[in-house]
T-cell receptor, first 111, second 115 residues
């Protein structure tokens, strides 16, 4: 089983601050996705990255896939209380349709 | 706005009882996934189906868990007998096959408590 480690596990910051969440593995993934989950709901897909070194932006969120496709990062600029939630990375290895989820980063943005 | 639905949303039962969780995937989706989420283990894949056929159930305890798709609009996950360690939130997700950019759409989950 391929493991995805996320750091930090918990993050509490003030509105307006910047933050970065990391997702690391010793294994290579053919693609990687980031999800956000709010209390009482299922995860919702934010982005999919496929190419090593790929960078995608979604408003104030910037996602990067590592050159070797073993790691990824999520950077949030000027965090807002609406960004509060559990952020999950999920990798897909070649040939297997199912995803392996990371351990999650719980983000709290204080107004 | 198409969504995955799951029933029940909450279930409290006693150890040894049978538990059945149901999922209605989004119409037209041909893959269905069952996940379990706990604080300790995070989100773990239990089983998944493509075109109603089970493709991978390696994450599921075979002696007590079973997953089926009686038809394209219904997926079920059964636990018999249930144990306290089964307490978790169980998610169903559906999607379409094909490519690396497949999106899985998650339902709201069933929160199971086994006493």
């Amino acid at each position: 089983t391929q493991l995805l480690e996320q750091s930090p596990q918990f993050l509490s910051i003030q509105e307006g601050e910047n933050l970065t969440v990391y997702c690391n593995s010793s294994s290579v993934f053919s693609s990687l996705q980031w999800y956000r989950q709010e209390p009482g709901e299922g995860p919702v897909l934010l982005v999919t990255v496929v190419t090593g070194g790929e960078v995608k932006k979604l408003k104030r969120l910037t996602f990067q896939f590592g050159d070797a496709r073993k790691d990824s990062s999520l950077h949030i600029t000027a965090a807002q209380p609406g960004d509060t939630g559990l952020y999950l990375c999920a990798g897909r290895d070649t040939g297997r349709r199912a995803l392996t989820f990371g351990s999650g980063t719980r983000l709290q943005v204080q107004p | 706005d198409a969504r995955v639905t799951q029933t029940p949303r909450h279930k409290v039962t006693e150890m040894g009882q049978e538990v059945t969780m149901r999922c209605q995937p989004i119409l037209g989706h041909n893959t269905v996934f069952w996940y379990r989420q706990t604080m300790m283990q995070g989100l773990e894949l239990l089983a998944y189906f493509r075109n109603r056929a089970p493709l991978d159930d390696s994450g599921m305890p075979k002696d007590r868990f079973s997953a089926e798709m009686p038809d394209a609009t219904l997926a079920t996950l059964k636990i018999q007998p249930s144990e306290p360690r089964d307490s978790a939130v169980y998610f169903c997700a559906s999607g379409t096959t094909g490519y690396e950019t497949d999106t899985q759409y998650f339902g709201p989950g069933t929160r199971l408590t086994v006493l």
